[in-house]
């Protein structure tokens, strides 16, 4: 055995093949030895092996060949506390330890998981004595959970890593908000076609903004109340009903709008709806440029008593309050909506009870999120931050998807992998398979607890014991496939095709085009992502956010068959594929690829300006 182990790593040693994995990957283990490659193991449980004298070392070699009981060898990376290689001349990897308490919660089940499968594989000796055999080696290959736990002087020498640094821009909640308001640089698209709009709240400026934007959410809200009337009778709103949310989840309570008898309340400010129009005609002004040279404040912030205003909706939002609208003001409503539609992609995302979603900027798997339907309630979870430490309590505000696509009258969202393998010049890969993520509960914005709102599978395994519809399979997973034959029996086979595909590809696009610049690229890395995405009724994918490290644990039979394939053709795509260009890669396609510019000398050259004055 040893023999035959020695010769295996001689081989792996001189074709380049020593490969360590640190993460719940099973999958990628099996594909790489499959392909005749050699693992540096990792310590599991911060276990590692004390440096040994030669002869000892020797020693231990002859009892593992024999099946002795000593103890087993394993790679270190990057040791905290002054832990030292395991051999003499061993380059020093990091064990996979959480760098911080934050990384510690959000990846204890997949610590689990990988000491579970880890340990079924550990009873395979063979694969444990190359190991020992290869601690020396710096791998050439490396598949980590997290890149902070690769010493920075050893990265270099590894030539294949599957992560890239600084992808802040790009990955959290607050860096992607920001990242695309720079869009309009870099190209000719708003983003707000595929970004529900978002506000960092700890800057002074977007607190503002999105102060105001809740203003002006909450006037046209109102007017489509006021159009849900019949002829010139009285529009009512139903009482809410008694909440079921979970605890911590939201403090508002809402309802649909619908024609009711109930809710007989004082009476409303009389000037309510002309409140209204008035705003969202200074609005279109302002959309037009109208106000374009004025030095006053925004006639939207001074046109009206917002305190009073708001007050007075929520009571018909929220309280079911009456309200009273004659034929004229329909028609004004009407013609207004036309017209604020023309200017504002996302008034077909809007309902109108003006919900909106308060994100922790650097969190995951759905901690920490708060859905909303009151300004004070926003502004109160930004000012409980205070004294705190910034990065637990930087959040951003997001305008909830009230109208949306839903799948047996329950909310869904997709989960879509892609690829980086160069960002200069930028190269990226679309994954044609992809699965849907489904909510426990039916969707209804009388409620807002997170059965309800948040797919997250983290989230809805908490309500195993819910199912909103015999039809929704009880794992609340279904993969593209399936999701297709739905929109053939609905009649509209040709949207995942024409529309929604299409659609995430350039959200995803543009979304890597404003933040390459400030990511670390570095030649030889990859890296995996899962783009989450909410449907529109009108089929329309809005982005919601890109995650970096995207989890492989299979939680139904769907996930268990998707993400192995992904793995595979991963593997395909960034190793199999520079021997043999041709060799297949799975479902993977070539989404970008930037054309190569070659960088211009500045140094030296003579510049000048001619042209000119122009004469009246």
Known sequence: RLRKARLRVEKAIKEKKIFAVQGPYPVIRRLLRARGWVERKLPRNGRQLKQQPGDQKKQQ????????????GEAVLNPCGGVQPSLGTAEPLQPPWPCDMENKGEREDEDKK??????????DDIHDLMSFLVQDQVPNFLWTIRLSSIDQELLPRIEVVNRYPRLSALCTKEGLCQSLQNLPWFEQVDFNTFFPRCYRLGFTDEQEAFIEDFRLTAARSLLKLALQKVGDRLVGTE?????????????????????????LCSPLYPQLVEEALEVCEQHLGVLAHQDIDRKTPSPCRTCIDWDRFLLEYYRVAHEGTRLVLDREQRERCQDLLQRLGEKLPQLGIEGNLNVWIVKPSAKSRGRGIVCTTRLEEVLELEQSCTGSPARLCERVVQKYVERLLTIFGTKFDIRQWFVVTDWKPLTVWFYRDCYLRFCSRPFSLCHLEPARHLCNVSIQKRYKTSQPDPRVPPDKIWSNKQFQAHLAQLGRANAWQR????????????????????????????????ADFLIGEDFQPWLLEINSCPTMSPSSAVTRRLCANVQRDTL???LDRKDNPTCSIGAFELLYREAAVSSCLTMGLKLMVTGCSLKK
């Open 61 to 72: 070699l002859e009892k593992r060949a024999s099946g002795g009981g000593a103890e087993q």
């Open 114 to 123: 990988e000491d579970k499968e880890q340990c079924s594989e550990d009873s």
């Open 239 to 263: 009482q809410p009903p008694t909440s079921d949310k979970a605890p911590g989840w939201c403090r508002s309570h809402v309802s649909h709008p619908m024609l009711s008898t109930a809710g």
């Open 499 to 530: 529309v929604m595909v299409p659609g995430m590809k350039a959200a995803i696009l543009n979304a890597l085009r404003c933040t390459r610049d400030q990511v670390g690229s570095r030649k030889g890395s990859f890296e995996l992502f899962g």
């Open 572 to 574: 395909c795509l960034v």
